[in-house]
């Protein structure tokens, strides 16, 4: 059965990952059904959905039997499923736990080859003002201006933070840079009567809460 017909019978969810894939490549070439490219196209990224969604569109079209339209259609997959994870935002009424952190922040930042460090910037209630980007750096690290942080934060009259990055090498914990950083930032904050809730690292699908290991 071939798998758009399976889609049919049972839902995208009966699909394998070369079955999805399949589908959005649509057509094989000369001897080869879609199928066949999806697969080589996944083992291209050892099979990890993660690293597809990290190619970039020009090395794609280099495989043989993508090309140009079909490394299009991929990208813009595998961007919804990134929207898809952030528009959990939306919902998220009060910030409670260091998931409703990583929930909000995962999808812009778990395909990026660089670090970005933002603040969540908070209400009274804890319900979120809006996220602000203070910096971005490379693949070792960002430098981050703490009287930046602290300029954007009140700038939109934020009552309290928190602190996200992420971590291109997938390594969630914090290296003695970030602490430092952190407790810089923390102490900062006490001053200012502005607060700093929690630090977030995010790697991938994994990440690190200041917090939660009660080093805030």
């Not at 813009?76 to 736990?97: F, N, P, S, T």
């Not at 990583?102 to 660089?114: G, K, P, Q, T």
């Amino acid at each position: 059965m071939r798998p758009r017909e399976k889609v049919l019978l049972l839902g995208a969810g009966g699909l394998t990952d070369s079955e999805l894939l399949a589908v959005l490549i649509g057509t094989g070439t000369p001897g080869e059904e879609a199928l066949d490219v999806a697969n080589r196209v996944l083992a291209s990224v050892d099979g990890d959905l993660h690293a597809l969604g990290r190619c970039d569109p020009l090395r794609l079209r280099n495989l043989k039997g993508i090309g140009d339209a079909k490394a299009i259609s991929i990208g813009a997959a595998m961007e919804l499923g990134r929207r898809r994870m952030g528009a959990k935002e939306a919902d998220q009424v009060r910030i409670a736990r260091s998931m409703d952190i990583v929930h909000r922040f995962r999808a812009r930042l778990i395909d990026l080859e660089w670090e970005e460090f933002w603040i969540l910037a908070l209400s009274r209630a804890n319900t979120p003002i809006c996220d602000l980007r203070v910096s971005i750096g490379g693949q070792s690290g960002t430098v981050v201006d703490p009287k930046m942080v602290f300029r954007k934060a009140l700038s939109v009259r934020a009552a309290a933070l928190v602190l996200v990055h992420n971590h291109p090498s997938g390594n969630p914990n914090p290296s003695l840079a970030d602490k430092s950083l952190t407790s810089a930032l923390c102490q900062a904050g006490k001053a200012l009567d502005l607060p700093i809730l929690d630090h977030v690292i995010i790697a991938g699908m994994r990440h690190f809460s200041f917090a939660d290991n009660r080093l805030i």
